[in-house]
C-alpha cells in the first residue's frame, strides 16, 4: 500500500530517519513509537506524501505521491494530524462532512449517503446525536473523537493517525483501537498510527515501528518489542512482565 525505499529524514541538524525500507500492507496495524522529538510525525507525514523526504523515496500504491493527483491520493490515504485546531462555530455534522470532500465532484454539495456515511463514523467513535453540537461546546477528548469521524468518513484504504488516543479516557481509546483493528482485519485496510502507550501498541498492533537514538527496528510486534530495543529507544530500563498471558512493558 505504502512504501518506503532508503528514506532519509532530516530535522535541522539531526538525522531522524537513515536509509529507512519499509513496506506497508493492508491488512495490517503499524504503531509508531519512540520518545518526543523521535520523528514519528516528521515520519507520518512524509508516508502521507506531504512532506518530500530528505533522501529516498516514498510510493503509495507503487506510484510516488507526484503522480497522483491529489484528489485520488486523498481517495487512498488520509492522515489525521496531532493537532486540530477549531477557529469557529461549526455542526459536528457538517465538520466530519469535511472528509467525504475527495469523493465529490468539482462543486458538488454532499447527499444523503455522505451523510449517512457521515453518521455511521460518529457512531463508530460514541458520537451518536452529536450532529447538531456546535463544535466550540465539546470537551477536547470529544473533539479529538470528531477528528477522528471525519478521517473515518473519508474512507480512505490507508488512515495514517497521529496521536490519535490524545485526550481520549481509557473507554475511548479501546474502543478506537478495536474499531481501527476491525478496519484493518475485516476490511483489509492499512493503519500506522504514532501512540505512547507501549502496552496498547503491544496489544493491539500487528507491526511496530520504534524510531531511537540508534536506529529504527521495524517488523512484527513480537519480534521488534523487546525489553532491549525499547529500552534503548527510550533511554530508561524496561521489563517486559506476563499478567495473565498479556505481555507488558513497565519501567525496571
Known sequence: ??????????????????ALDLRLQRGQVWALVGANGSGKTTLLHTLAGLRAPDDGAVQLEGRPYA???????A???????????????????DLVLIGRHPHLARWAWEGDDDR?????????????????R???????????????????AQDP????????LAHLDLH???????HLQALA?????????SVHDLNLAARFATHVLVLGPRGHHAGPVAEVMTEAVLSAAFGHALQRVNLGGQWLFVPA
Open 1 to 18: 500500500m505504502i512504501e518506503a525505499q532508503g528514506l532519509g529524514l532530516v530535522a535541522g541538524t539531526r538525522t531522524l530517519v537513515d
Open 67 to 73: 503522480g497522483w493527483p491529489a484528489g485520488e491520493a
Open 75 to 93: 481517495c487512498l490515504r488520509g492522515l489525521l494530524p496531532q493537532a486540530v485546531v477549531d477557529s469557529f462555530a461549526a455542526s459536528v455534522l
Open 116 to 132: 449517512r456515511i457521515a453518521r455511521a463514523a460518529l457512531a463508530a467513535v460514541d458520537l451518536t446525536d452529536f450532529d447538531e
Open 134 to 152: 456546535d463544535v466550540l461546546t465539546l470537551s477536547g477528548g470529544e473533539r479529538q473523537r470528531v477528528a477522528i469521524a471525519a478521517l473515518l
Open 157 to 164: 484504504l490507508a488512515l495514517l493517525m497521529d496521536e490519535p
Open 172 to 178: 475511548h481509546q479501546l474502543l478506537v483501537l478495536r
Open 185 to 193: 482485519v475485516q476490511q483489509q485496510r492499512l493503519v500506522v498510527l
